[in-house]
Each structure stands twice: as structure tokens, then as C-alpha cells.
């Protein structure tokens, strides 16, 4: 009977719907750590299915996905000073940045699934300005 029991149990959390987190990053002037033009997070961690939502603080700020994993195909940059979703579905790191603000180190990564397989892509990344240095310390941090 107790296996009974354990064999539906497990397969009902099988079939029970997965429900994604959200998480929200705030696009900012100024962080609370003094850091300037800057994503609330610099490496965010989410579980494949997970949706962040970018939120603009201040005008003249966006997201652009540049780089993930092999076979990901990058979205349209979201529109200045507008909120952006983004749902990611494969495993692997992210690069993204504000255009305007790229050179001044406004980058950030997205780790999905903890799977970090393809930082040697991201670290060739053509990044400009303050963000080659950023980027180099935010991959040392993986």
C-alpha cells in the first residue's frame, strides 16, 4: 500500500504544472552602492522557464540581449525607457546591455539552469569602454 501511495504521489508531482519565478530588475542611474549607470543586478540566477522583468527607475534606459547559449536566437532590444520580459528557456549564460549606456559598464549576465557551458562565448562578447573590465570581473565571479 505505501507504495502504492508513493508511486501516485510521485506521479502527480510529475504532472503538477511547474510554476516559474519572476524576477525584476530595476534600470538604474545610480545603485545603491554608489555603482552608476547599472542593472539592480549584475548576475542574476534563474531556473529555465523563469521570466525577469527589467524596469526602468529613469528615462533613457533599455535591454539589449546580445549573447546566450548556442542556438539562442536574441531578441529585439526593448524600447527606450520602457518595462521588458523577457522568458528564458535554455540553460545556459546571458549577455545583455543598455545601448545607450554600454561603454559606460551598463551590462549585466543571466545564468538559467546553473549552467555556465558557454562562458568562453560570452567572454569574446565585443563589449566597449568600462564594460570589458566589468564583464571580465562579472565571469571571474562564475
Not at 61 to 72: A, D, L, R, T
Amino acid at each position: 500500500m505505501k507504495k502504492i501511495i508513493y508511486t501516485v504521489t510521485l506521479i502527480m508531482a510529475m504532472l503538477s504544472p511547474a510554476f516559474a519565478a519572476d524576477l525584476t530588475i530595476d534600470m538604474l542611474n545610480k545603485r545603491d552602492d554608489g555603482a552608476k549607470m547599472v542593472y539592480s543586478e549584475d548576475i542574476s540566477r534563474v531556473d529555465v522557464g523563469d521570466t525577469i522583468t527589467w524596469v526602468p527607475t529613469a528615462k533613457g534606459h533599455n535591454v539589449h540581449i546580445k549573447s546566450g547559449p548556442e542556438g539562442f536566437e536574441a531578441p529585439k532590444r526593448s524600447k527606450m525607457s520602457k518595462e521588458y520580459s523577457f522568458t528564458f528557456e535554455t540553460p545556459g549564460i546571458y549577455y545583455y546591455e543598455c545601448t545607450p549606456h554600454k561603454g559606460m559598464g551598463m551590462i549585466a549576465l543571466v545564468v538559467v539552469g546553473d549552467d555556465t557551458s558557454n562562458k568562453d562565448a560570452i567572454a569574446k562578447v565585443k563589449v566597449l569602454g568600462k564594460s570589458k573590465k566589468k564583464l571580465a570581473g562579472l565571469l571571474e565571479q562564475l
